[in-house]
């Protein structure tokens, strides 16, 4: 946690809404629960790793309702485990958007992302992405704050967020009526809901992802490969797994692994056999990976501004580079 730095004097103070708005705001931790969700039941240790997940983003959501300063999420996040400290993060993004849509006050997501973006990229611009779906007004405010290449990762967010909370509305797809590479942005998000939904179970989340249109099975593949490395829990077995079940999208779903395992890198939180399953599918370390996905990263940079297709000709170059290494 070492980039990240605290706000000083009154760039450090936060003002909460009035008690009875954050009564309304406020989510229940039980909304994460999957019997509460209706989702899949999966193996106990695949629920319990799933809902703890969703209950560190609420914790990170449910404290930009009552802190008073970002000294109290720099406290807060110390007290995560390492895997949940990106989640955490994630859920303050999403409190920090919504907070700024009530008048009146300071605005909380700059600085919120001047704190915490350097260290959680992805997490926090997908975080942005779930107010979004619920304020829906505030979507041009909310990109306008956000980093040029990353901000796509909003989108990302929605998608998620539309198939966690709404997966049967979401896997018939009325949802996706989004612009140009929006709504691709919108799938790999929803792909990470699926990996959710499924309840952790690769088999599961291929044969949901099978029946969607094929245009589609790219995005959310990468997705998938993405929640399965971030969030888990998976090992080699499932990792290879998964590459099989992709067949066409395999390099796909290889690149979601990679963006995680950058993100990993970035925060210090890659496990054991996380890490030892990012060997075995890209046959290179983590730190070899995350070292060459940035490379691909900065030389894109130049369009960022230009022409936003940065981003997505960053995940392009990692899909390819993929392809090249299983056909050396």
């Known amino acids: 946690m070492n980039r990240i730095t605290l706000p000083e004097g009154d760039a450090n103070r936060l ?11 406020a989510l229940d931790p039980k909304r994460v629960e999957f019997r509460v969700r209706g989702f899949d039941l999966a193996e106990k240790s695949h629920e319990q790793r799933l809902e703890s997940i969703g209950k560190a983003f609420l914790r990170g959501y449910n404290l930009t309702l009552s802190a008073r300063s970002f000294t109290e999420f720099g406290q807060a996040i110390k007290e ?78 929605l998608g998620y967020h539309n198939m966690y909370f709404e997966p049967d509305k979401t896997l018939a797809g009325p949802k996706r009526i989004l612009p140009g590479y929006a709504s691709r942005a919108y799938d790999q998000g929803a792909g990470r809901g699926i990996w959710f939904i499924s309840g952790a179970d690769v088999g599961k ?27 888990g829990p998976a090992g080699a077995k499932e990792f290879l797994n998964a590459k099989a079940l992709a067949g066409p999208c395999a390099a796909d779903m290889a690149m979601g692994v990679a963006i995680a395992c950058t993100a990993r890198v970035k925060d210090q939180s890659l496990l054991p056999e996380v890490r030892e399953a990012i060997s075995v599918l890209w046959n290179m370390t983590p730190e070899a990976l995350t070292e060459r996905v940035e490379a691909m990263r900065q030389s894109t940079l130049p369009s960022a501004l230009a022409d936003g297709t940065a981003y997505a000709a960053w995940r392009d170059k990692i899909t390819q580079a993929f392809t090249s290494r299983q056909s050396d």
């Not at 003002?15 to 705001?25: E, H, N, T, Y």
């Not at 942005?128 to 405010?141: A, D, H, N, P």
């Not at 949901?208 to 969030?231: E, F, H, K, N």
């Open 80 to 157: 995560e485990a390492d895997l949940l400290r990106g989640f955490f993060v994630e859920g303050g993004a999403m409190g920090s958007a919504l907070i700024d849509s009530l008048p009146f006050r300071k605005a909380m997501l700059p600085r919120y992302i001047a704190m915490f973006g350097a260290q959680y990229p992805i997490l926090v611009h997908a975080g942005v992405g779930l107010t979004i779906s619920k304020f829906s007004w505030r979507e041009k405010g909310i990109l306008a704050e956000l980093d040029p290449f990353y901000r796509w990762l909003a989108y990302d967010g």
């Open 205 to 231: 989340a291929a044969a949901t992802i099978a029946a969607m249109a094929s245009d589609r099975q790219p995005d959310l593949w990468a997705g998938v490969g993405l929640a399965l490395c971030y969030a």
């Open 15 to 25: 003002q909460p809404p009035a008690a009875f708005i954050r009564k309304f705001l």
